[in-house]
């Protein structure tokens, strides 16, 4: 992508990363920070160098942070400007004059978090150079709704599989939030439809993202429902999942005369539990089968009559699939919403995951940062500690758990999901996404992965505006004034000093002139300089439905891309893209130099006919297939065939920091992690060489195992594998009808297995009184008493990247 014309340019300046200075000049265009070296100030001497000079694209929208360090000229100190970008990218720019910096610092300001509009993005100006490939490839043709549902099996002329594509949402008035077209039972009229809508958060009901090719079991997804205090039901909804669950067995029922007990013939030839075992470690094979066995655990339903086992759908363990911690859940039907009261849905049991909201998610990738906030300045690994206290992998971890729950029991046990969390368009979008990656070969491949990023995240209405603040914010942009006492910035630095002060005294004057009755939000810079300059003239505040909310940025999508990364490092001959294809389109999600993730939803991208005004970004990749595609990729499927087979699961004992993504080397974020594993491996292979040592010595002193042999009771000093071990499974309850209709009563059940209804205690609070007092808090999942000091503690991982090219268009 050829430079457009720049509006401002500095010369000599020197630009550090990794604490590597390199001497340039800064052009600034409307949408780009460009740094070109050597500066034309060594070029003009020597006419040699102009071919050697490199240019290195930043886009404006991709800032995270922006922090200006203003100094006097007595101190001797050039006035700098640090920038954090979304690729975690991190840039010092030093400047040899005062004055420049802050014009520099005010212009990037202007051009990221004051366009006024959406409309003013780089992807409504933006067009591929004259003869790119780009050109001849309309990546907006990639997805169709009916197409893709018609490779599921699920058309007009096709046989009936229990599915129909309902038109209700074609103008987005039944839900603003949900794609035009919808995928609901064949027997659910969309009168009921609409009644059911009003028991479910922003109307999104139970519709079908996946149906597996040969056992026909599905993967729904919908919102939290109206339950509250009240424990309150809907007829309507309570059908339309019931139908959810046995729509393929209704399509069947002509052909099968009767609906046995047995699950229908697996979904590959060869697909047991011990097939599955045999590429797992006995940690994660016993962490699995604990999962199943909690979500089985539960007794089996029989006809009160006749005594005969009920079986809904022909599957056995059809699950609804709360993705909130179970106390958040509960907690919001002090709110009227909540989670679905199961003595109203006995045809399935329902299973809470551990997995945090967007907050906890936002903080942790906040620590991430914290640990490798110098790259620019110091060329030093990151702070392990503070990567470890992230809890990144952790979450990474879970909700890979999560979603080889879903993959399991749809794949292995023959069982339909219903999956939601709270709106349905974030953990959601991830364990729907990610299940079906592990289900299906097609969604492996490059088509396939555009279609299913289209279909699960874009269609179904994550709100990636809002989740990645592509509006940019005020609170971005900082300037530290610490510096003007002639300070250096040193690795390790606090140097959010200021910058929090700083906040506190805005946050203040906001409140005040709120108070006050006032419209206008002076930054500390303006009031620093009055002056106004033609880059603040020429733009306006982002209108209040466009602006970016801080508390609603979230790394979703990236934790998506990150569990998706673990899977293609685990299964490297599986995929067919390579590592780079997620971390570019990583980048692009922030960039905004193509339309495909603008908004929130797909209605708001019709009404701004963003098809007809911008560029998809699938054009991008799919002119680029050969620099994205893996090389280890074997597309071969045979279920005989050990590394061949149809289904991938994670193996969580081997999540990794993605080490690129955050532009450090594998040994700088892993490192720790590798080593101690290796250590491991060590002590085990040595250990098993000495039988007579695991059996006792017949000296009276103690074995050298156990002399070896760290306590039970204190921590290791090194860092532990980050992954969820047996007792730490992102699975915490299951729940099924208060009242089971069973022969068997002598099963234990878990202490997690808490009923749906209060138990007859009276008052609308007994609901949740019985639900909160179940859920042992303090107590592991699977027992155990839930103490810190015995709980296993993840290890930290970082990583680094060269100055080399970023233009935008690579």
Known sequence: MSAPHSKHVYFNVHALRGGKPELGDVALNDYHLVFRFPPDSKTSAASELKKQVKQVWFAFHVIAQCTLRPTPPSSGVPSSIRIRFRDFTYVSFNFPDDRQARDAFEFIRARTCRLGSIENLLAF?????????????????????????RRQGISEKSADLGWRISTINKDYSFSPTYPALLVVPSKISDNTLKYAANFRSRARIPTLSYLHPVNNCTIT????????????????????????????????????????????????????ADSVDAELSLSETERMRMEDELIAGASAQYDEKTGKRLVYGAQQHNLIVDARPAINSYAMQAIGMGSENMDYYRFAKKVFLNIDNIHVMRDSLDKVVNAIKDADISPFPPNRELLAKSKWLKHIGGILDGSAIIARQVGIQHSHVLIHCSDGWDRTSQLSALAQL?????????DGFIVLVEKDWLSFGHMFQLRSGHMGHESWFTVDNDALAGSTIRPGDSEGRGDAIENAFASAKRFWNKSMGGEKDASTSDAEDPSVDEAKQATAPVTEDQATRPKDVSPVFHQFLDATYQLLRQHPTRFEFNERFLRRLLYHVYSCQYGTFLFNNERQRHEAKLRERTRSVWAYFLSRRQEFANDQYDPTIDDHTKGRERLIFPRLGEVRWWHQVFNRTDDEMNGDINASIATAERVAAYSSLLPEVATGGSGGGGSPAEATAP?????????????????????????????????????????????????????????LQDRLSGLAIGKGVFGGDGNPSTRRKDGGEQEMKSMDELDPAV
């Open 125 to 149: 100006h933006y067009a591929p150079p004259p003869g790119s490939p780009e050109n001849k490839i309309d990546g907006w043709d990639l997805y169709d709704v009916r197409a893709e549902f």
């Open 221 to 272: 997804r919908s919102s939290q429902p109206f339950v509250g205090l009240r424990m309150k039901r809907s007829i309507q909804d309570e059908r339309l999942v019931g139908a959810c669950f046995s729509a393929s067995m209704d399509s069947l029922d002509s052909t099968s005369p009767a609906v046995s007990e047995q699950s229908p013939s697996s979904s590959h030839v060869d697909l047991s």
């Open 438 to 446: 592990m289900l299906d070969p097609y969604y492996r491949t490059i």
């Open 711 to 767: 306590s039970s009771g204190s921590p290791s000093r090194s860092p532990q594998p980050p992954a969820l071990t047996a007792s730490q499974s992102v699975l915490t309850g299951v729940e099924t009808a208060h009242e089971t209709l069973t022969q068997d009563n002598t099963r234990a059940t878990a202490s997690l297995n808490r009923s749906a209804s209060s138990g007859g205690m009276p008052g609308a609070l007994g609901a």
